[in-house]
């Protein structure tokens, strides 16, 4: 089992800069792919990029693709989201999950963290 406590949310002028942070508690962190999702105010949860076990793939929705890059530090167990050239469409709660399943984190991961509200200002 596995525990994640999101960090790092605030508020951002258009075309700023963030770094989210996931920490997980847990031995068997590297055991688990982990991805990124928000959910902005009357929308869905969306899926925003997910990591490998061992990082040495991810993967990202076309919205952010170019702009976030995703990656993570087993050896501290934190997963980290850095959002570049924020816009006022990404302002949403942001949530990391994880899955033993690299398929799975992006549609059924097991366990979720809190969140962390990102507001971008035009």
């Known amino acids: 089992q596995v525990q994640l406590v999101e960090s790092g949310g605030g508020y951002v002028q258009v075309g700023g800069s963030l770094r989210l942070s996931c920490a997980a508690s847990?031995?068997?962190?590297?055991?688990?792919?982990v991805g990124w999702f928000r959910q902005a105010p009357g929308k869905e949860r969306e899926f925003v990029a997910h990591i490998s076990r061992n990082g040495d793939s991810t993967f990202y929705a076309n919205s952010v693709k170019g702009r976030f890059t995703i990656s993570r530090d087993n050896a501290k167990s934190m997963v980290y989201l850095h959002m570049n050239n924020l816009k006022p469409e990404d302002t949403a709660v942001y949530y990391c999950?994880?899955?033993?399943?690299?398929?799975?984190?992006?549609?059924?991961?097991?366990?979720w963290g809190q969140g962390t509200q990102v507001t971008v200002s035009s």
């Open positions: 847990g031995r068997t962190f590297s055991s688990y792919a």
């Open positions: 999950a994880a899955s033993n399943s690299i398929i799975l984190v992006r549609t059924r991961p097991d366990y």
